[in-house]
């Protein structure tokens, strides 16, 4: 069954820095479309980053450059560089795969970004 595994969230100060990466496995990677989200309890989930197979890339509106999407297909990973992070960036990230072709989507189990001083 595909795989996805999120890691490098944590604890940063207001203005710091933190990269996520997204490991895929037991699928065809490099033929999906990856994604982050993100959703803090309560709310609703939003689109972080996009990046597709064709290495097209999309970025929600409170990114503001902040954030950038990467993916190396040799590897198998997705990576999202955040810069500037702030206290409202605070809650969990997830990674998202979809090949919209085979109708087929899977999430991670996501990882923790918390923002304070």
């Known amino acids: 069954q595909e795989r996805l595994v999120e890691t490098g969230g944590g604890l940063v100060q207001p203005g710091g820095s933190l990269k996520l990466s997204c490991a895929g496995s037991?699928?065809?990677?490099?033929?999906?479309?990856m994604r982050w989200y993100r959703q803090a309890p309560g709310k609703e989930r939003e689109l972080v980053a996009a990046?597709?197979?064709?290495?097209?890339?999309d970025y929600g509106d409170f990114v503001k450059g902040r954030f950038t999407i990467s993916r190396d297909n040799a590897k198998n990973l997705v990576y999202l560089q955040m810069h500037n992070l702030d206290p409202e960036d605070t809650t969990t990230y997830f990674c998202?795969?979809?090949?919209?072709?085979?109708?087929?989507?899977?999430w991670g189990c996501g990882t923790q970004v918390t923002v304070s001083s």
């Open positions: 998202n795969a979809r090949n919209t072709r085979l109708r087929n989507e899977f």
């Open positions: 990046i597709s197979k064709d290495d097209s890339i």
């Open positions: 037991r699928f065809s990677f490099y033929t999906y479309d």
